[in-house]
DNA sequence: CTGAAAGCGCTAACAC
DNA sequence: GTGTTAGCGCTTTCAG
């Protein structure tokens, strides 16, 4: 329809139209304050703007103003039922802000990563995003720390960057909180990789809200498992078949949780009756279509993204390290405890 | 540790330390063809690059070669578990061919739709993709079109744009012929919303396969269910309950398949065995971690998002209307059928 | 083989 | 109030 090839209208060209010069176009179209521009001079302006399908070229502007307004997003979409959310909660913060994000996914491969920061770099991105899929310590590229940085779900273990991570204790604190509040007194805990960041923290808080309780943690209940269906299901027929078992299991996650459902139903128990079940990720798509549905904790990670991206302007750094940022971990309440 | 906020090394810098002109260095960073530079002034504007720290400024060189190398992404990111996908598809494709990819998730809201097109169009992007989380008839929003424009997982009822989505027929097809194969003739459909692309399209496989076989279709056993594991549930209890029950059931979903697990387990009969289930769409979380696993079909995201960048450069476009690319969806074998 | 010079489209002092 | 002017950092013809 329109002039698709033809070279793009310029300000000189709005300003020629309307009989102006190009500054007077450009104050009011970025509204410049203390310009004083005549109504009606702008009402041409804008009306010239629209007539010609004027549009501002990015370059140019951050070519001359030294502002881009690009945030770099480096992060492996791969592994990800989760990552999406993370670029959805960055997208929408930063859009909001009147950012744009430049993402790019590099598979754990340092070489990407490197070059992805590098050609961020050169785009003169005022930020950089670097997140994962899951919670654990980083190094992040070469070429970061150049321009503000943020880690999300991840962080550096030398603390040299700003990170934001789950609350993971806090989680796996309300988590049992849960179960407990529902009376079970015999409560296990499936876990996860004993080594990352999100069974420690869980862990921790699984102790905590035990200790609170009169409890005494029983080491015979905490497990570790593969963190997937067959690794819950396995974990959880053993558990069961323990002279003194457990009335409440608090699994690593959603997945193990899944497959804690079949062994508790294959030993002829109800869950949410029988055996109270607590899982952790809130994957929907697991927790919601279980029957009866799963009652777990969720990973913020929306709010991790939008936050990162508001960190990114803030307090440019602190002294000294930085502690990661914990963010909270919802309980999602559903039947199963 | 380096300079932060120090004026950036400029072409210029790099020109004065090596004692050439600015040309020269431009010539010898972007491998002029035809630019015959010695070995030796070569090898010393690199060594000073390094030295110095050159980085260079992309927004100056989107302005003076008219060239940006951005390719716009529009999607739809929250309602997403596939969403992902597409992304990474895309990005690694552009990756591959020296673009980078502007994401904004614009939620089915047209307002944003707009002003991310317009903001993309702004930076001078080379090429939009438009993508949506399920496949379906969308109008394009304005300002798309100014340049190469893709859909992905959609496409326009007027054909004006090239588009790219699944080849739903032919997977319809490969999951019936699956459990043909396995011995099953009396083979249910347990459809999604019979209005959408998706149930249409899987439906005429279904028949097609059936026929094929020389079995004739028979209604009864089409039935449409809501698209969820209580759908399914429902569904396949029904079905099951019928005088001559079907032994195969084709379901529109995985998440309907995950439910007609349930129906079946409850009926006492075993999955794989007395009854074959096949779904559709491969959602690793479900198909992968349901016992037994699930036969289905993959939704062949990553390969329509990396086709789709493909596109935007190729053909420019054909005389009148675009057919949309059918894109192959290949079945995945687990146990249930 | 290399350099001078003219832009690319816009911003922002500084004048008028 | 609005125009002049000098860049922003790079590409690219055209000379030499």
Not at 40 to 47: A, I, K, Q, S
Not at 68 to 91: C, D, M, R, S, Y
Request: glycine share 10%.
């Amino acid at each position: 329809m329109t002039d698709k090839n033809q070279r793009h209208v310029t300000m000189g060209d709005v300003a020629d139209r309307v009989g102006v010069s190009r500054t007077t176009v450009s104050f009011v179209l970025s509204d410049r304050p203390g310009a004083n521009i005549p109504a009606e001079t702008r009402r041409r302006v804008l009306e010239a703007v629209r007539e010609l399908g004027y549009r501002p070229n990015a370059a140019a502007k951050s070519l001359a103003s030294q502002r881009t307004h690009l945030i770099g997003l480096v992060t492996e979409i791969a592994t990800a039922p989760f990552a999406g959310a993370i670029i959805k909660g960055a997208q929408e913060q930063a859009w909001k802000d009147g950012k744009l994000l430049l993402i790019v996914s590099a598979e754990r491969d340092r070489q990407v990563e490197d070059a992805a920061v590098e050609t961020m770099l050169e785009r003169r991105v005022e930020g950089i995003l670097y997140a994962t899929t899951w919670h654990r310590a980083v190094t992040p590229p070469a070429g970061a720390g150049e321009v503000p940085t943020v880690l999300v779900n991840c962080f550096d273990v030398e603390g040299r960057y700003p990170s934001i991570v789950p609350d993971e204790a806090q989680g796996g604190y309300d988590a049992t909180r849960r179960l407990i509040d529902a009376g079970h007194r015999r409560i296990a805990f499936i876990a996860l990789d004993p080594e990352i960041p999100a069974t420690v923290g869980r862990r921790e808080g699984y102790e905590r809200a035990l200790l609170e309780a009169g409890i005494e943690p029983d080491e015979t209940l905490v497990v570790p498992g593969y963190a997937d269906a067959e690794g819950g299901y396995a974990r959880a027929h053993e558990l069961l078949a323990l002279p003194e078992p457990p009335t409440g299991i608090f699994c690593g996650n959603d997945r193990m949780a899944m497959g804690a459902y079949d062994a508790v139903k294959e030993r002829g128990l109800r869950i949410g009756h029988d055996v109270g079940l607590v899982g952790f990720d809130n994957q929907e798509i697991i927790a919601g279509y279980l029957r009866p549905g799963l009652t777990t904790v969720a990973l913020p990670f929306e709010e991790m993204g939008a936050r990162a991206v508001q960190m990114l302007t803030e307090s440019p750094s602190a002294s000294g390290a930085f502690a990661p940022l914990l963010t909270h971990c919802p309980l999602v309440e559903r039947a199963s405890a």
